[in-house]
């Protein structure tokens, strides 16, 4: 599908939850979530995630590139879903066995 266009579709709606893998970024930078505005769409954006990585970890290389960090390390998302409909995204280390972060939208 096209880029530009997916984008024009998701970008109309704010209550959109899209999660983006096979990035193998690190759940513990700032950036892990995220709101995309999109010129023309909702003026709120809708919510971006980056779902982590199995192994291994990689990040910036100071260069502008990437190099791998961890080669042990493991990273996911938990979406959890309320009674009430509210939902809340957890940021998990896998192997270290805690919750990076939690995002309650």
Known sequence: ??????????????????????TYRDLDRQDWAARKIVQGGDPRGFHVFNTGMIEPLYGPDGKGGEKPLDSAASQGLRVLLSADGGLTVESHAFTRGKIIRSLAL
């Open 1 to 22: 599908m096209d880029e530009d266009e997916l984008l024009t579709i998701l970008g109309a709606h704010a209550n959109v939850v899209f999660s983006s893998g096979h």
